[in-house]
T-cell receptor, first 113, second 112 residues
Framework: DSGVTQTPKHLITATGQRVTLRCSPR?????VYWYQQSLDQGLQFLIQ???????AKGNILERFSAQQFPDLHSELNLSSLELGDSALYFC????????????FGPGTRLTVT | KNQVEQSPQSLIILEGKNCTLQ??????????LRWYKQDTGRGPVSLTI???SENTKSNGRYTATLDADTKQSSLHITASQLSDSASYIC???????????WGAGTKLIIKP
């Protein structure tokens, strides 16, 4: 158990809908990262927050947004969902920026039908 | 362009055998290199992190090497076990930004 929690574990929704994925980092970790992993593909970095502020952006679509709250939990919002958004979404946390070890949560499996 | 390339894409070996996975990178300026193990459907778990000055690091039956001059790293697995079946991902961090550059991974299958 990495100490990073993600909810829900599974999510099934229809095209055009909006969903929110939630992540709670390990106790004391200030950085949160979001990744997308489509079937049999590598991890794609989406976005990083550090202590409430956006720190780095990867290949995140405009339909997706995220935020980190004062209690350091983070939410990833996915809107106008398409079939191609079906994937595993992982959250990771680390104690410091850049060089710190990242600890991954169990992921949220999103299925768009 | 910062890139991380891994080879082979997939590998099948018999239980008990050794294997070596390769990682070549073009990330600059280099900060550190990590190897992760990812079981199917689960989040990656860190195996090793190496900085510029480290050229070898072990974690049980896993040994990672780093040649910063040739920008190559390898992950050697000794006496493989069925539980080693997973994807192994090489990740490189650049000093110039906060992002990690992820390789596509090597899918390792251990057969009894």
């Amino acid at each position: 158990d990495s100490g990073v929690t993600q909810t829900p574990k599974h999510l099934i929704t229809a095209t055009g809908q909006r969903v929110t994925l939630r992540c709670s980092p390990r106790s004391g970790d200030l950085s949160v990262y979001w990744y997308q992993q489509s079937l049999d593909q590598g991890l794609q970095f989406l976005i990083q927050y550090y202590n409430g502020e956006e720190r780095a952006k990867g290949n995140i679509l405009e339909r997706f947004s995220a935020q980190q709250f004062p209690d350091l939990h983070s939410e990833l919002n996915l809107s106008s969902l398409e079939l191609g958004d079906s994937a595993l979404y992982f959250c990771a946390s680390s104690a410091r920026d850049r060089v710190a070890e990242q600890y991954f949560g169990p992921g949220t499996r999103l299925t768009v039908t | 362009k910062n890139q991380v390339e891994q080879s082979p894409q997939s590998l099948i070996i018999l239980e008990g055998k050794n294997c070596t996975l390769q990682c070549n990178y073009t990330v600059s300026p280099f900060s550190n290199l990590r190897w992760y193990k990812q079981d199917t459907g689960r989040g990656p778990v860190s195996l090793t992190i190496m900085t510029f000055s480290e050229n070898t690091k072990s974690n049980g039956r896993y040994t990672a090497t780093l040649d910063a001059d040739t920008k190559q790293s390898s992950l050697h697995i000794t006496a493989s076990q069925l539980s080693d079946s997973a994807s192994y991902i090489c990740v490189v961090s650049a000093n110039s930004n906060y992002q990690l550059i992820w390789g596509a991974g090597t899918k390792l299958i251990i057969k009894p």
